[in-house]
């Protein structure tokens, strides 16, 4: 199964109303980042043990380990959780700026350093999220 193949198998395996809202962001970022290289990471490791949730990603950059070693992964991600969807905003050096400029104006959300988790789509201010992840892909640290 190639990329969009998972991607589609993975967004129709929510239950309703959560399959609506991931369709519905999936749409959003793939307009926000047309051009982006697109991610599904089924949640487990190399041995195939679960190690998280199933996130789709979009764009890509380098991303250097605590052991100097590096990867490349995607810009921003989304995923279903237990409790509804969370927006990862990757490589952000300052894990203090989402929470303290987006956390009282985005709506129904818990914000750290680089995620983003809300129940549903009508809890959140798209606006606000769309600046918090334009902020992100503008700090973002390259390291190639």
């Not at 969009?4 to 962001?25: G, V």
């Not at 998280?52 to 921003?76: R, V």
């Not at 989402?98 to 129940?119: M, Q, R, W």
């Not at 334009?134 to 973002?140: I, V, W």
Request: one cysteine or more; glycine letters at 8%; hydrophobic letters at 35%.
């Amino acid at each position: 199964m190639n990329t969009k193949e998972q991607i589609k198998t993975y967004i129709e395996s929510q239950e309703e109303p959560k399959r609506a809202d991931m369709q519905m962001l999936h749409q959003h970022m793939l307009q926000l980042l047309p051009n982006s290289k697109l991610w599904f990471l089924d949640g487990t490791d190399a041995t195939g043990k679960v190690i998280a949730n199933p996130n789709i990603g979009y764009g890509q950059f380098m991303m250097c380990h605590k052991d100097g070693s590096f990867k490349e992964f995607y810009q921003i991600g989304i995923s279903a959780n237990t409790t509804g969807i969370s927006v990862y905003i990757m490589g952000l050096e300052d894990k203090t700026y989402l929470p303290n400029n987006f956390g009282a104006t985005i709506g129904k959300t818990t914000v750290t350093g680089y995620c983003i988790k809300f129940k549903s789509l009508k809890d959140i201010n798209i606006d606000v999220l769309d600046e918090a992840i334009r902020y992100g892909l503008s700090k973002q640290i390259e390291l190639t």
